[in-house]
């Protein structure tokens, strides 16, 4: 799921917690472009295995 820079900052950390919630992952696109990835320390745990 990708979440527009503007829907962080105005949404805050609510945002992606809204995201989590449904996915594992979510994108974070700046100027239409994906960026970042955010996710879970458990799910960034698992794949650092």
Same mark, same amino acid.
């Given at each position: 799921?990708?979440? /527009?820079?503007? =829907?962080? %900052? +105005? ?6 917690? #809204?995201?989590? +919630?449904?996915?594992? =992952?979510?994108?974070?696109? /700046? %100027? ?7 996710? #879970?320390?458990? %799910?960034? =745990?698992?794949?650092?295995?």
């Amino acid at each position: 799921m990708i979440i /527009v820079a503007n =829907d962080l %900052r +105005t949404k805050g950390v609510h945002a992606i917690k #809204e995201v989590l +919630t449904q996915y594992k =992952d979510a994108i974070i696109s /700046v %100027r239409g472009k994906p960026k970042y990835v955010v996710l #879970e320390k458990k %799910r960034y =745990d698992e794949l650092q295995k």
